[in-house]
């Protein structure tokens, strides 16, 4: 059974940053990719940071560069988000994906498809 936990929302002032983490348990994540999406309300899901486990190549929505980075711990199954400089349109329920990769050269997907967290909701006051 894989289960998949995220950490770390809340609220944060104009600005300011926060750092979300999720937990991966249950198989070994050798050959799983993670990554961030994130859906504000009346909005679509948006792709935010993938990562490869293996390898570490990072894949970038158009929102995250510059002010957003992802990071893993393997040895702990742990995936890292830090938000910074948010803005209230950054505000959104944050989800972590956990999948098995199309091919292992193959970029992060962004479809639906693997493990997801339940979300851990972000606001950013104005």
């Known amino acids: 059974q894989v289960q998949v936990e995220e950490f770390g929302g809340g609220l944060v002032q104009t600005g300011g940053s926060l750092n979300l983490s999720c937990v991966a348990s249950?198989?070994?994540?050798?050959?799983?990719?993670m990554g961030w999406f994130r859906q504000a309300p009346g909005k679509e899901r948006e792709f935010v940071l993938g990562i490869k486990w293996i390898g570490g190549t990072v894949s970038y929505g158009d929102s995250a560069k510059g002010r957003f980075s992802i990071s893993r711990d393997k040895s702990k199954n742990t995936l890292y988000l830090r938000l910074s400089s948010l803005r209230p349109e950054d505000t959104a329920v944050y989800y972590c994906?956990?999948?098995?990769?199309?091919?292992?050269?193959?970029?992060?997907?962004?479809?639906?498809?693997?493990?997801w967290g339940q979300g851990t909701q972000v606001t950013v006051s104005s």
């Open positions: 994906n956990v999948k098995i990769p199309v091919s292992p050269d193959a970029a992060f997907a962004r479809g639906d498809s693997g493990y």
């Open positions: 249950g198989p070994p994540w050798s050959s799983y990719d």
